[in-house]
């Protein structure tokens, strides 16, 4: 496969979602990522639905996320045999991905000491849930957790009394992207070294380092941010809005875009309580009141097309199959097609990522488990060779 990474081998011990997201991603970058599954049953994200899909119903479409562009082998880590093979893995490969609680890859036999003295040149990511050390760097950890302890769910939902999760599992895949920019920059750096390093983060870690100005609020403010529904917590007007037929989203960001609203709307912007953005702010509820009452006269594609004339962001709220069926998502890259060998053509979620000039890159299925043991048996033997 083509991609900035295309002569880097990543040896995939990691499950669920945060390690093999960060794996995946480099996977996308091109790299060779070779995923380990336990024989019995592999990755527990294959038993994670519904929905489930195939001939069967025996696959499942949250394993399908996170894993194309890899090759699975089934090894049995507690072995003499798995211990063997994960070695002389370990010795042709330039990452290794684990998300294990604390101490569990030490006392399978491969501390960072060893897999050091096995590969002086491997780059570690290591991904737990709440840190490697500190009073609670033991802790196990899943998302919602992480979501609650980090303090994001105080941040969502329609106020402070009702805290929400996200929807999506957002402190695993930022870990995940966190974890695979952290290896980007420790294979960069090797290339001066010549050694490799561990690099570690958290779903704490994750969701806590995109706080951005919630955390600062805090830390320099003095104030602790709540939850605040579909509006800014602190730019207005920036939210949902009610109009004649549903919601859209309105977003103004400075005065230039606020007169323009206000005109649009026939809402006389410099009106005391309206003249700045911290009076709007102060001023929020009836600011919400007066727009939602002009709103009302007309429908979402009506607002969207004057908003969209008058050069105003705003949008409309989209169900996940239009945000796939928008000719503009389709257009970005953001779906692949890829051959799976029991689904046959099937379109997943694609990378973020587009390179300038690179064209010809394939994406291949997320494999069934074991089915690339023989192929990879066969390049190792050929790389130790």
């Not at 991904?127 to 979501?147: K, L, S």
């Not at 806590?208 to 579909?230: E, F, I, K, L």
């Not at 939210?239 to 004649?244: H, L, T, V």
């Not at 004339?309 to 239009?322: C, K, N, Q, T, Y």
């Amino acid at each position: 496969m083509l991609g900035p990474l295309g002569d880097i081998v990543v040896l995939d011990l990691s499950r669920a979602l945060a390690g093999p997201h960060a794996a995946q991603m480099l996977g996308d970058l091109g790299a060779r990522v070779i995923k380990v599954e336990h024989p019995d049953g592999g990755d527990e994200s294959r038993d994670w639905g519904p929905p489930f899909v195939g001939p069967g119903h025996e696959i499942s479409t949250y394993f399908l996320a996170a894993n194309r562009n890899k090759q699975s082998i089934a090894v049995d880590l507690k072995s003499p045999d798995g211990k063997e093979l994960i070695e002389r893995l370990v010795a042709q490969s330039d990452v290794l991905v684990e998300n294990f609680r604390t101490g569990v890859l030490d006392r399978l036999g491969f501390p960072v000491d060893r897999l050091h003295e096995l590969n002086p040149r491997l780059v570690v990511l290591s991904i737990t849930g709440f840190g490697h050390d500190g009073p609670e760097g033991g802790r196990p950890g899943y998302d919602q957790i992480a979501q609650g302890e980090a303090g994001l769910m105080s941040l969502t939902g329609p106020s402070g009394d009702e805290p929400y999760r996200v929807g999506a599992s957002v402190a695993d895949l930022l870990a995940g992207i966190h974890g695979a920019y952290g290896v980007v920059a420790a294979l960069y750096e090797r290339e001066r070294t010549g050694r490799g390093r561990v690099v570690r983060t958290s779903l704490l870690a994750a969701v806590t380092g995109v706080h951005s100005y919630h955390g600062t609020a805090w830390t320099v403010g003095g104030q602790v941010p709540r939850a605040n529904g579909n509006h800014h917590a602190s730019i207005a007007p920036y939210g949902a809005f009610r109009c004649a037929d549903g919601m859209l989203q309105i977003a103004a960001a400075n005065e230039v875009q606020w007169k323009k609203v206000a005109s649009l709307l026939d809402i006389d912007p410099h009106i005391a309580k309206y003249a700045t953005n911290r009076e709007r702010f102060a001023h929020r509820d009836e600011l919400i009141a007066d727009m939602e009452k002009a709103l009302a006269a007309h429908d979402r594609a009506h607002w969207l097309g004057r908003l969209g004339e008058a050069g105003v962001p705003a949008g409309a709220i989209r169900s996940l199959d239009e945000v796939y069926s928008w000719e503009q998502t389709r257009s970005q890259g953001l779906l692949v097609e890829v051959d799976h060998p029991v689904l046959g053509t099937i379109e997943l979620p694609g990378p973020p990522l587009r390179f300038d000039g690179l064209t010809g890159m394939t994406h291949t299925a997320p494999p069934a488990l074991g089915q690339d043991s023989g192929d990879v048996l066969r390049w190792l033997e050929e790389r130790e060779r």
